[in-house]
């Protein structure tokens, strides 16, 4: 088995980082210095019973809760269950629930021998996993339910758009399941009707304590070695990564702490809060990220509490928009006069098992425009105007609110069948997870970056542009990049 040397974290970023540059020649688009995608196009129909034969890769913990919810609607039938852990006490809750599906540990060996029997897949893995998954299932022609966020990478993300681009009869949607509640009908309503207009900035805030607070912030390595759990297939658990020996602080969801493997507060619940806003106000890419507090910083994990300033430029009528996100417990951004109570949304999903704890201020944004504040939650919470009496002078002239005709598992498995259109598909929620990438390149290097819209590039710094490629993958998964 490889074994991975104590090098300094810095050293080895800064030699994957080098390398990775090479792939990002001045001028070339991240996509373009990959390689060309082909150029395939397929459509499917559903299966059995007029329903979506849907195959689920990761199937514990939050991939359970996302099984549970395909199988409510009465839209699909899952046909194969697929995880590295199979074994795991975690993945016997759903092998139960589904005895006749074929199950798999690798997801390869999943489409090899089982693919004529799939229309859809849902892909709730780790971050840096669900690139290589769902490249393989688009280059198959299978339709794709991944978790936000959708990549761990900029580049990735690049070419994972570009993949469905190339396949437009392919149904895409993203896990951030506000877009198919209230947050999302109401802030497109509001902003049709003129009532968020001329936003300059934005304060989006999660302050519930997460899995790395309290770890050693003097790390000096990567954990050792352990023996690996009966049946766990770890080469696969790493696909495309950068080769870790096993130990249980990357297993079964402490795999987000680490910048190899996910993206930390900000590409778990950035989705859920700035999701909307980013879309309705046509946000784009940011032309700088300034990392403007770091507390606990170190090479391998996350900070115990980030601040990071997000400025994105004029878009045609709209004014330059700051956007500041905090996270850490000790890290509470201040709030307007007249903010009023900070609720938490009851619906929510539970998280890795158990449910985030109501605080003083709870996971949401503040929306500051030139004649009006909002304050807001995640998921499908909706928007309040603040103070209290500014709300009720507003409200005669408030626009009706759509409900909306499905919720997110329902509306993808209605768009496989041609009935519906996903309302976070790729095109969407794609440059959105980039900005997370930005800003978590911003918080691993402790250096404000900036960057190229147009060029797709960071022209400050080399270093920095390289990371938006990654390390380069295993041998074996380069094939991967090229699907």
């Not at 397929?42 to 034969?53: C, I, L, Q, S």
């Not at 700035?274 to 996350?302: C, I, M, Q, R, S």
């Not at 609720?343 to 158990?354: K, R």
Request: charged share 20%; net charge negative; proline share 7%.
């Amino acid at each position: 088995m490889k074994t991975t040397k104590n090098l300094s974290r810095r050293d080895f970023l800064k030699t994957a980082g080098l390398s990775a540059a090479g792939l990002m020649m001045a001028g070339v688009s991240p996509a373009a210095a990959i390689g060309a995608l082909r150029d395939e196009r397929t459509g499917r129909e559903p299966g059995a019973n007029g329903k979506v034969n849907l195959a689920c890769i990761g199937i514990g913990f939050r991939g359970a809760e996302i099984i549970k919810e395909f199988d409510r609607t009465g839209l699909c039938n899952v046909v194969a269950l697929c995880d590295v852990d199979l074994d795991g006490d975690h993945t016997a809750e759903i092998r139960n629930m589904f005895p006749k599906a074929r199950t798999f540990r690798d997801f390869r060996q999943m489409f090899d021998k089982f693919a004529p029997q799939i229309d859809a897949v849902s892909i709730a893995t780790p971050d840096h996993s669900h690139f290589a998954i769902a490249m393989l299932a688009m280059s198959l022609g299978k339709h794709v339910y991944v978790e936000k966020p959708m990549g761990r990478t900029f580049m990735e993300i690049e070419l994972m758009m570009e993949a469905a681009r190339r396949r437009p009869n392919l149904v895409i949607q993203v896990g951030n399941q506000g877009h198919s509640e209230a947050n999302y009908f109401q802030f497109k309503a509001w902003v049709d009707a003129g009532i968020i207009k001329d936003v300059t900035e934005i304060t989006a805030h999660m302050n519930s304590p997460r899995r790395w607070h309290g770890w050693d912030t003097g790390i000096y390595k990567y954990p050792e070695a352990q023996p690996l759990p009966p049946g766990m297939d770890w080469d696969t658990w790493l696909v495309n990564a950068k080769w870790h020996d096993y130990n249980d602080k990357y297993h079964r969801g402490e795999w987000r702490c680490w910048y190899d493997f996910g993206l930390g507060a900000l590409g778990d619940w950035g989705a859920h809060i700035l999701d909307t806003a980013h879309e309705f106000l046509d946000l784009g890419l940011p032309d700088e990220v300034l990392p403007l507090k770091l507390t606990g910083h170190n090479d391998y994990f996350f900070p115990g509490s980030s601040t990071l300033l997000f400025k994105f430029p004029r878009r045609g009528s709209m004014p330059a928009v700051d956007v500041t996100w905090y996270d850490g417990v000790d890290n509470v951004p201040p709030v307007p006069e007249g903010y009023g109570v900070s609720e938490l949304d009851p619906n929510i999903p539970t998280v890795a098992g158990g449910k985030i704890q109501p605080a003083s201020l709870n996971p949401g944004k503040i929306i500051y425009s030139k004649d009006l504040i909002f304050k807001g939650g995640s998921h499908g919470s909706t928007l309040s105007i603040i103070p209290a009496d500014k709300a009720k002078e507003m409200e005669p002239s408030l626009p009706e609110v759509p409900e909306s005709t499905s919720n997110h598992f329902a509306n993808f498995l209605l768009s496989c069948m041609g009935e519906e259109k996903t309302r976070s598909p790729f095109e969407v929620t794609g440059p959105l997870c980039q900005v997370f990438s930005l800003g978590v390149i911003a918080q691993q290097l402790g250096q404000p970056i900036k960057f190229d819209r147009h060029s797709k590039q960071i022209i400050n710094n080399g270093f920095a542009n390289g990371l938006l490629a990654g390390t380069p993958p295993r041998k074996g998964w380069e094939e991967f990049y090229k699907l």
